[in-house]
């Protein structure tokens, strides 16, 4: 609203310096472009699993959070998804060994990771300023090969 | 004010000015990437012998086969295995000091082993209040050339036995029961001429508090695995033994059907057999149910050699026989 104000006191004042030669009448056509702005802000950017063992599973107190917030700058809710890639190395293994929730549960009862946003949402509705905590859990396979891997995880915001 | 500012307000003011405002709207937005980072070490598993492991036998080495998927066992330092239990407060013992240390695959799964052994004798003292046949988690912890600040732990479940007393019982009148010998009755192969039928007993306990024991009586037999601490007396030396046993209630003058109240006594023979051999004795048995759960006590002389208290009732489907007899098995 403020960007409005803003171009019709500048088209005033335009208009104030038109000679009287100018038609009677007028259109003036002005435009003002509005976006709906939603930020993410995460609490960290990065999370360790620390070492484990292959088919060892990480959940419980032992998972990892990341929060996510909606910026003060945000306009408009947003809905956040979260997703990733394979954990990488020379032979990696698939994104969805790594789960994630909105809740503390048992590795079993949270979400695999996928590699792209789709449902469930992490949040449909979060509103600027609002935040969510995601748990995140991991199973190594078993038989995975001793090394160190890593992970992208993409938390992705859309404006509603 | 100057005359053609005042005109230009006047023209502001008076003229009608049309202005089309137009607004769009788009979107944008900022997302996030956060990396997550495991290190998976060296998963390490573990098989131990003998298993069962009995106290008090001859063997003197308790033998651990230690293996890693997918990287050297060889990297193992042998010097930082400590061998302990789960959920047990023991001191860890070292392997020995001529400990083979070789590396097989003693398993045969294709996967290299190494091969470490501990004091069998020292382990034994672990189990000195052993109360009953067990399931124990032996834990091996140990380090790995190259793969610093880590110690790995490997667990095998071992079943951890004290030589003692077995006692069997089998069934005379109308039938007879053949047991699979061995240390483990919770399985038995009863053939009975009463229902003209074998089968295989699955037995579940449901209290041993000292030689008061329970037992889950199933569908078809009056009877299960009964297990406990009993007196038994050798060459007038009275021990408190262990004993296992099946045991059923039958008897002409004992019958009774589901949901009746019966008390009766009859008597049973007892075989024991231990280090001094095959005896036998005899027992006074007293039978008590209130058509739920079933009371019965064994005696010899007078004193309680052991007691099954508040056995549920199942749907048996003949009647209780008088006769007992029981063997002493040992292990």
């Known amino acids: 609203m403020r960007k409005i104000l803003t171009a019709i006191v500048a088209l005033v004042s335009l208009l104030s310096t038109v000679p009287l030669v100018m038609p009677a009448t007028s259109d003036v056509t002005a435009s003002v472009e509005v976006q709906t702005w939603c930020s993410l802000q995460l609490s960290t950017s990065s999370i360790s699993f620390g070492s484990m063992i292959p088919d060892q599973i990480v959940d419980g107190i032992n998972v990892q959070d990341v929060t996510a917030s909606q910026t003060a700058a945000a306009n408009v809710d947003a809905v956040l998804d979260v997703f990733g890639n394979d954990w990488q190395t020379s032979s990696g293994f698939l994104v969805g060994q790594t789960h994630w929730s909105t809740t503390l549960t048992a590795y079993s009862s949270m979400n695999p990771l996928l590699s792209s946003a789709t449902t469930p949402h992490v949040d449909s509705a979060l509103l600027p300023t609002e935040s969510d905590t995601v748990h995140f859990a991991l199973q190594v396979p078993a038989h995975q090969a001793v090394a160190s891997y890593t992970q992208t995880i993409t938390f992705e915001v859309s404006c509603g | ?331």
């Open chain 2, 1 to 331: 004010m100057e005359k053609s500012k005042k005109r230009a307000l006047v023209v502001a003011l008076l003229l009608p000015i049309f202005i089309l405002v137009s607004v769009s709207v788009s979107h944008a937005f900022v997302n996030g990437e956060i990396q997550a980072s495991v290190i998976i070490l060296p998963g390490v598993a573990t098989t131990c012998q003998p298993n069962p492991l009995i106290t008090e036998s001859r063997e003197k080495i308790f033998t651990c086969y230690i293996e890693i998927e997918n990287f050297d066992v060889s990297k193992i330092i042998p010097s930082t295995l400590r061998l302990s239990l789960v959920e047990q407060s023991v001191t860890p013992i070292q392997i020995l000091p001529n400990s083979p240390n070789t590396i097989g695959d003693f398993d045969k799964d294709g996967i290299p082993d190494l091969k470490v052994t501990f004091n069998k004798k020292t382990v034994e003292t672990w189990f000195s209040n052993l109360y009953m046949p067990q399931d124990f988690t032996f834990k091996i912890n140990g380090e790995i050339d190259g793969v610093p600040n880590y110690v790995f732990t490997a667990l095998d479940v071992v079943q951890v036995i004290k030589p003692s007393i077995t006692f069997l019982d089998f069934f005379g009148k109308g039938g007879d029961i053949n047991v699979i010998k061995g240390i483990d009755l919770s399985k038995a192969t009863i053939t009975n001429s009463q229902i003209g039928r074998s089968a295989k007993q699955d037995i579940t306990f449901t209290k041993i508090d000292g030689n008061k024991v329970s037992l889950v009586i199933r569908k078809g037999y009056v009877g299960g695995i009964v297990e406990g601490m009993a007196p038994v007396t050798i060459l007038r030396h009275t021990f408190n033994v262990q004993f296992k046993a099946w045991a059923r209630y039958t008897g002409d003058n004992c019958a009774f059907t589901p949901s009746s109240s019966v008390v009766c006594d009859g008597k049973g023979d007892f075989y024991k057999r231990s280090i001094v051999g095959l005896t036998h004795e005899s027992a006074d048995i007293h039978f008590e149910t209130d058509g739920v759960t079933a009371n019965i006590t064994a005696k010899q002389d007078g004193v309680k050699v052991f007691e099954l208290v508040n056995v549920p009732l199942e749907d048996f489907d003949f009647d209780i026989k008088a006769r007992q007899r029981f063997i002493v098995f040992g292990y």
